[in-house]
């Protein structure tokens, strides 16, 4: 086993956003050698490759400085990788990200922009803040299973739309376009489901859903702004509920939801905060959840916040946080 690495540990993920992260890397690769940044590679070949990646490479090598090149998937891979390695305490360890393609949500919080050169100059200048993570146990087949989720987590109509958008994304179709169109079929085939939610193990929601987002991060399903209060370090999950609503008001709300404002203007939406969330469906196991991209099952859903748990690079003038 080395000692401590100081070099970057780059994962890249050629698949994301399409493939476009493929035709990008040989410039992102050469921002890098530019920058002076010392840095080993690594391209991911298949799905939850960079868990591996990056568990394997701390353990073994040492790194304790990670770059995710790719989507929230890639950084959601990345994150479980560093929370599932024994090694180092995760508050020791430093996650850049250079986001490709503009549908990243994690990045919108911080205000990241989509130009290779600033982000690469964002990863060298190294501000950080020590971010929330948020980790969730469901059920797959009766058998309790745990993944750690930086950004946000969505069940409902969420949970549909991004199953139905990695559906299209591995068919090569993408956009925003047919995002929208997307989103517009899956509110027509949705039906709510009635489902228990209890904070910090108080009651406080027992009704039918459209939707119920958790998030550290404000913004979720290709951004929109589902949690327009989160802060991702004040030790608190931000939770949004949209109840049972007619697909006309819903939809006549659009852009309200992408503005963040539904929260203030839909009587059905309604947000809470707390440290510790559970989520029961009713009947059982009628819920799926996405965390980043990636669908789980099943129901109930039990969260916990990991406070202050990870270095996070950000630009230095990240506004509206809790430091």
Known sequence: MDEKNNKWLVVVNPQASIGKCSKDWPEIKRLLDDS?????????????????????????????????????????????????????????????IIPIGTGNDWRRTFNFNIDHQENVNVLKNGHTILHDVGKVTYYNNGDPQERYFLNAAGTGLNEMVCNRTNQLKSQGKGGSVRYMLNTANCLLRFKCVHVQLDIDDQRVFDDEILSLSVGNGKYNGGGMMMMPKAI????????????????????????????????????????????????????????????????????????????SSINMVVPEKTEQLNN
């Open 36 to 96: 002076g940044m010392e840095y080993d590679a690594v391209l991911t070949e298949y799905p939850k490759h960079a868990i591996e990646i990056v568990r394997q490479n701390i353990t073994e090598k040492g790194y304790k400085k990670i770059v995710s090149i790719g989507g929230d998937g890639t950084n959601n891979e990345v994150i479980n990788g560093i929370f599932t390695q024994q090694r180092f305490p995760t508050s020791e360890i430093t996650m850049g």
């Open 232 to 307: 991702p370090n004040d030790g608190l999950f931000d939770i949004t509920v949209v109840k049972k609503v007619s697909m006309v008001k819903f939809a006549a709300s659009i852009n309200n939801i992408y503005d963040g404002t539904f929260v203030d203007k839909l009587k059905e939406v309604t947000t809470y905060r707390g440290k510790k969330i559970r989520i029961v469906s009713i009947p059982a196991h009628q819920l799926l959840l996405e965390t980043e991209g990636e669908t789980l099952t099943n129901s109930p859903f039990d969260f916990e916040i990991l406070p």
